[in-house]
Nanobody, 120 residues
Framework: QVQLVESGGGLVQAGGSLRLSCAGS????????MGWYRQAPGKQRELVAR???????NYADSMKGRFTISRDNSKNQVYLDMNNLEPADTAVYYC??????????????WGQGTQVTVSS
């Protein structure tokens, strides 16, 4: 059974930093692209950052320069370092893992989410 478990969320003041972690189990971690989405109250879920199995990264425009995604395949972990946080970053952050299946569609797994709250 695949599990993705996020940790590291919490309450932080504007301008502060947090590191989110996501631990994967039950999957061949290095075979999956990993990433983070977030969902704020009343808003749609949006991509925050993604890291390929080879280590290539991409970010949503509003996170570039402030957030850094990384992975440690030896520990089955993916991280999101968030700096210079803003109240607009307040959301539930979800870890995900994805890979293409042989016949085309993506296989995707999600974590349960971790709350990040940034106070002004």
């Amino acid at each position: 059974q695949v599990q993705l478990v996020e940790s590291g969320g919490g309450l932080v003041q504007a301008g502060g930093s947090l590191r989110l972690s996501c631990a994967g189990s039950g999957l061949t971690f290095g075979s999956y692209a990993m990433g983070w989405y977030r969902q704020a109250p009343g808003k749609q879920r949006e991509l925050v950052a993604r890291i390929s199995k080879g280590g290539s990264t991409n970010y949503a425009d509003s996170m570039k320069g402030r957030f850094t995604i990384s992975r440690d395949n030896s520990k089955n972990q993916v991280y999101l370092d968030m700096n210079n946080l803003e109240p607009a970053d307040t959301a539930v952050y979800y870890c995900y893992a994805e890979r293409p299946l042989p016949l085309g569609p993506l296989q995707t797994f999600w974590g349960q989410g971790t709350q990040v709250t940034v106070s002004s």
